[in-house]
């Protein structure tokens, strides 16, 4: 059992528990972010769900595991924010690379499909069925049905100039997709359509709902939740995710058994990305990705100290240039690794009674800022042009620290 998981010792506590009957009925996944916990989640629907002699083994044929390995079992509901689009564009380079050298063709097949689907999976209608956006989402959704199913396991493979046609069209729609109508929280809506579904009952199999980046979700949703979770259905198995499990509300905790996934060090990191994408790289999984941004990293970084220096100087940055140069801070990676320069610049100031205090201030306001984004839902450029208010006025409340720390630099 999770063949795929490497480098994590829950694995062998998660086997033991199915297999000696003693998964409970809602758990929660935690540990850092690129720790595997997505992938335990749905290897854990997958092997619940086995039929098959090798039960619970990645290489079963079975009917039930077959759709699973390529995420098209109905038993299996996933939401929650993520972004999609590094891994969708590194499992397309693995893919078509993987088909010109003739070299773990299936493997890296199944790499694409899946990455794919992990976000048209949170698209499934039985979420959206209130909401006026279902048949724009649905334009989307079933073009990259039709073009995933030319690519599918075990159909065969065109040449690889229809093949990387295929790819091009089916990234550009998931882009397309998770750029228009990703979210930023877990709604309350998704939340009560989810409840339904699990109380309807099934003739065999495990319903499985997994929730991932469970501490983005806003009050409403957190209480929809927990009343599921009070009396939950029968056989269905909630599996919820988070990196920040201190976010997460107490009373949740208190109902759900906790798994922790700890950080991977980067020689782990090194064989991940050797085996999972056939790449060399020294690094982090999270920093293998970034390679597929549409902005480096150093360009972020650049327009970040032209944001911060603009104003403790007490310029007003032109922030909808800055947003439209960021492309729109899509992916939210973006946003984040913005933000965390931020952090790291105004760390500067560290240096005296002031400046201490500016930090501090400092700190909440860019942690303010991500929050207004990500949870409460507030446009980027809003978001930032009142992170640009408030940083000049912890500026100018503390007598210029900011930009004294700023100019030794």
């Not at 698209?123 to 069925?129: C, D, E, R």
């Not at 065109?158 to 998931?174: G, M, R, T």
């Not at 020689?267 to 999270?286: A, L, M, P, W």
């Not at 978001?383 to 007598?399: P, Y």
Request: charged residues 25%.
């Amino acid at each position: 059992m999770y063949d795929n998981l490497l480098f994590q010792s829950v694995d062998s506590l998660l086997t033991s528990d199915i297999k000696n009957d003693n998964l409970p009925g809602s758990i929660l996944f935690s540990g850092p972010d690129a720790s595997g916990k997505l992938t335990a989640a749905l290897e854990t629907s997958r092997i619940l769900s086995c039929r098959g002699p090798k039960k619970g083994k990645w290489l079963c044929d079975c009917s039930s595991c077959l759709q699973h390995k390529a995420l098209v079992n109905s038993n299996t509901i996933l939401l929650g924010p993520r972004d999609c689009s590094l891994e969708i564009s590194a499992a397309k380079k693995t893919f078509l690379t993987a088909f010109y050298r003739n070299e773990h063709v299936e493997a890296a097949r199944y790499l694409f499909v899946r990455s794919v689907r992990k976000l048209t999976m949170r698209f499934n209608p039985i979420l959206w069925q209130d909401s006026k956006k279902l048949s724009k989402i649905s334009s989307y959704t079933s073009t990259l049905d039709e073009l995933l199913e030319e690519i599918d396991p075990p159909r065969e493979l065109p040449d690889y100039e229809a093949l990387s046609k295929i790819c091009d069209k089916i990234e550009k729609e998931a882009l397309g997709l998770e750029e228009e109508f990703m979210y930023d929280s877990i709604s309350i809506s998704h939340i009560r359509n989810l409840s339904s579904w699990a109380h309807i009952s099934l003739s065999e199999g495990k319903k499985v709902i997994v929730i991932e980046k469970a501490d983005r979700m806003l009050e409403g949703a957190r209480n929809a939740l927990l009343k599921i979770l009070e009396e939950p259905p029968e056989n269905t198995v909630f599996i919820l995710t988070t990196s920040k499990r201190n976010s997460v509300m107490p009373t949740i905790l208190s109902r759900v058994r906790t798994y922790n996934f700890i950080a991977r060090t980067n020689t782990q990191s090194k064989e991940i990305i050797n085996r999972v994408y056939h790449d060399e790289f020294e690094g982090s999984i999270e920093q293998y990705l970034q390679l597929f941004m549409a902005i480096p990293p150093e360009t972020i970084k650049q327009y970040t100290h032209t944001f911060y220096k603009e104003i403790v100087n007490g310029i007003i940055p032109d922030v909808a240039a800055l947003v439209k140069n960021c492309n729109k801070f899509d992916p939210r990676l973006l946003l984040r690794l913005f933000l965390e320069n931020i952090y790291e610049i105004q760390k500067t100031a560290l240096t005296c009674a002031k400046g201490v205090e500016a930090s501090s201030q400092c700190t909440k306001a860019v942690g303010d800022c991500w929050n207004n984004v990500t949870v409460y839902n507030m446009s980027v450029e809003a978001s930032l042009e009142q992170l640009v208010k408030e940083i000049a006025l912890i500026n100018r409340l503390n007598e210029n620290v900011l930009k004294q720390a700023y100019d030794k630099l």
